[in-house]
C-alpha cells in the first residue's frame, strides 16, 4: 500500500523476483483494458483520465477473477488494491472463497512534495512491446523525449500530470488511509519509509517483512 508514485510496483515487482510468486497490479491490468479497448477498458478510461478511483464493483470482478487463476495458487502480491474500505470488504470475500489469507499489509510512505517530483517527471514508452519508463531527473533517455530501446516518442500518462497527481493524493487522503487504520486493527499492518533509491527502500521493506514474520 502507499500513495501514487510511492514506489509499490519497483518494490512489489523485487519482492515478487525474491519470493517466486504472482505480481498483481490493479493498474497495469487496467491500463492493459483501456488501451487494448476492451469493454472493461472503456468503462474505466474516464475514471482514470481523471484520477477518480474506479468503482469497486469492476475493480473486485477483476481481482476475484486474477486470483482464481492457476498461477495465483502458489502466492501473489496485492499492488494497488484495496483502495477504499468497501475493496476491503470486497477482498475478505474473495480470499474467503479461495480458502487463503494475507499474510501482511506493507504500507510504504514519503512526503507529498517528493511525490509529485516523482510523477510529473515521469515519462514512458507507449509502445505496448517495449514500455520503458524515464524520469526526466533520475533515469533520463540518451536522447530527450526518445525511447532508449525502440526509437519511439515517449510521452507523459494523462495521469501524471500535477493537476491529477494533486487530485489522486487528495483521494488516496480521503479514500486510502482509512484502509491502513482497519489493517492496524487486525495485527497486519507495517509501515516502511520509502524514500531513498529502490535498492535502500527494498532492503528496509525486507527487514521489516523478517521482523513482521
Same mark, same amino acid.
Request: aromatic share 4%; glycine share 10%.
Given at each position: 500500500?502507499?500513495?501514487?508514485? *510511492?514506489?509499490?510496483?519497483?518494490?512489489?515487482?523485487?519482492?515478487?523476483?525474491?519470493?517466486? *510468486?504472482?505480481?498483481?497490479? !490493479?493498474?497495469?491490468?487496467?491500463?492493459?483494458?483501456?488501451?487494448?479497448?476492451?469493454?472493461?477498458?472503456? =468503462?474505466? =478510461?474516464?475514471?482514470?483520465?481523471?484520477?477518480?478511483?474506479?468503482?469497486?464493483?469492476?475493480?473486485?470482478?477483476?481481482?476475484?477473477?486474477?486470483?482464481?487463476?492457476?498461477?495465483?495458487?502458489?502466492?501473489?502480491?496485492?499492488?494497488?488494491?484495496?483502495? !477504499?474500505?468497501?475493496?476491503?470488504?470486497?477482498?475478505?470475500?474473495?480470499?474467503?472463497?479461495?480458502?487463503?489469507?494475507?499474510?501482511?499489509?506493507?504500507?510504504?510512505?514519503?512526503?507529498?512534495?517528493?511525490?509529485?517530483?516523482?510523477?510529473?517527471?515521469?515519462? *514512458?514508452?507507449? $509502445?505496448?512491446?517495449?514500455?520503458?519508463?524515464?524520469?526526466?531527473?533520475?533515469?533520463?533517455?540518451?536522447?530527450?523525449?526518445?525511447?532508449? $530501446?525502440?526509437?519511439?516518442?515517449?510521452?507523459?500518462?494523462?495521469?501524471? !500530470?500535477?493537476?491529477?497527481?494533486?487530485?489522486?493524493?487528495?483521494?488516496?487522503?480521503?479514500?486510502?488511509?482509512?484502509?491502513?487504520?482497519?489493517?492496524?486493527?487486525?495485527?497486519?499492518?507495517?509501515?516502511?519509509?520509502?524514500?531513498?533509491?529502490?535498492?535502500?527502500?527494498?532492503?528496509?521493506?525486507?527487514?521489516?517483512?523478517?521482523?513482521?514474520?
Amino acid at each position: 500500500m502507499g500513495m501514487p508514485g *510511492v514506489g509499490k510496483g519497483t518494490q512489489a515487482s523485487r519482492l515478487r523476483d525474491r519470493a517466486g *510468486v504472482l505480481h498483481l497490479s !490493479t493498474g497495469d491490468i487496467l491500463r492493459d483494458a483501456v488501451q487494448a479497448g476492451t469493454a472493461l477498458g472503456r =468503462k474505466v =478510461k474516464d475514471f482514470m483520465e481523471s484520477g477518480a478511483l474506479v468503482p469497486d464493483d469492476l475493480i473486485g470482478d477483476v481481482i476475484g477473477e486474477r486470483l482464481g487463476r492457476e498461477d495465483a495458487r502458489a502466492g501473489f502480491i496485492l499492488d494497488g488494491f484495496p483502495r !477504499t474500505v468497501d475493496q476491503v470488504s470486497i477482498l475478505d470475500r474473495v480470499l474467503k472463497r479461495l480458502d487463503t489469507e494475507l499474510d501482511g499489509v506493507y504500507l510504504l510512505g514519503a512526503p507529498e512534495a517528493e511525490i509529485v517530483r516523482r510523477l510529473s517527471g515521469r515519462r *514512458v514508452c507507449p $509502445n505496448s512491446t517495449c514500455g520503458e519508463v524515464y524520469h526526466l531527473d533520475s533515469h533520463p533517455p540518451r536522447s530527450a523525449g526518445v525511447c532508449d $530501446n525502440c526509437s519511439s516518442a515517449l510521452v507523459q500518462r494523462p495521469d501524471d !500530470t500535477e493537476d491529477v497527481i494533486r487530485e489522486r493524493l487528495k483521494v488516496y487522503r480521503d479514500q486510502t488511509l482509512p484502509i491502513a487504520r482497519i489493517y492496524g486493527e487486525r495485527g497486519m499492518l507495517v509501515e516502511v519509509e520509502a524514500t531513498g533509491d529502490p535498492d535502500t527502500v527494498f532492503a528496509r521493506l525486507e527487514s521489516r517483512m523478517v521482523k513482521s514474520s
